[in-house]
């Protein structure tokens, strides 16, 4: 069987109509993406997502009825937006099998490899974090979170605890506790990221040293390493937070940081923190430094 997928690109404040017209026409499947290649936080469950450009896809079954379907919708759209929509075919496939054809055992820095489940490298010195996509987006396939595996794998984490702010799938507290660190608190606001990480931790044997919470939930404590691979905007607002939670000499990474932002998060660190030079992959960087001991409390 195959199937038809009518997509259009919309701006943000059309993309819910866009929506019920497409549930309207009887569509199988309503999905969102970016439009633009904007950054975007993983939103709430049941939120619309808040890029300015949104691509929303419907999906139809390639019969008589779908195609009806979709040239009506077809038209609809037309009318109410100013993009035109684009009409593809699509074979039928084992659709949760699709992603082994891209997502391979992947190593970050010197040992450190993020691998699907059923599946190690050839490397006997390897550390292994095994974790399949799922509902938290990080499989260590972005820029930024490779460039926080990347640290985590050059840092000596062997009995420190650390703080993974902004934890999505769990990828990087995992990946802490496998290379050593005797406790590491994961914080999300997202009950969908809190719920895939404690499953991830799970998997990986690792559930024990990790504390899943939301931001409310931070027990009392210093930490010795802090990560935040997040977004330039909540930075700016999380370094009195961020101070408080390290210990004088901490290590800090804050990743989710575009090229063009990197002078902006590191004024807001400047009281505080020692940053080191930036890190960058494509057109995303990572900075790192360490708490100074007369920087701020807990905001």
Do not use: K
């Amino acid at each position: 069987m195959s199937w038809l997928q009518i997509t259009v690109a919309v701006r943000r404040a059309e993309a819910e109509a866009v929506e019920a017209a497409m549930e309207a026409a009887g569509a199988a499947a309503v999905t969102f993406a970016d439009a633009a290649d904007e950054p975007q936080l993983e939103p709430p469950p049941g939120a619309t997502p808040l890029w300015q450009a949104v691509q929303v896809t419907g999906l139809f079954s390639d019969d008589a009825t779908g195609q009806a379907q979709v040239r009506e919708l077809d038209a609809a759209l037309r009318r109410l937006v100013d993009t035109a929509p684009v009409v593809a075919r699509l074979a039928d496939q084992v659709w949760e099998r699709v992603w082994l054809d891209t997502f391979r055992p992947t190593r970050f820095g010197r040992r450190l490899w993020v691998c699907p489940h059923g599946q190690r490298p050839d490397d006997p010195q390897a550390v292994v974090v095994a974790l399949d996509p799922g509902l938290a987006f990080g499989t260590g396939h972005h820029p930024t979170t490779a460039l926080c595996l990347a640290w985590l794998d050059a840092s000596p984490l062997a009995g420190e605890t650390l703080i993974d702010y902004g934890c999505g799938s769990g990828i990087l507290a995992i990946a802490a506790a496998r290379l050593g660190a005797a406790r590491i608190v994961a914080i999300d606001h997202d009950p969908q990221a809190l719920e895939a990480t404690r499953a991830n931790a799970a998997a990986n044997g690792v559930a024990e040293r990790i504390l899943v919470c939301d931001p409310d939930q931070v027990p009392a404590m210093t930490a010795d390493r802090l990560v935040a691979n997040i977004l330039a905007a909540p930075l700016f607002e999380l370094a009195g937070r961020f101070a408080g939670y390290l210990r004088p000499g901490g290590a800090l990474a804050l990743s989710g940081i575009l090229a063009e932002q990197v002078e902006a998060v590191a004024a807001a660190y400047a009281e505080g923190f020692a940053l080191n030079p930036p890190q960058h992959r494509e057109d995303w960087v990572l900075l790192g430094g360490r708490r100074l001991a007369d920087s701020g409390s807990r905001a």
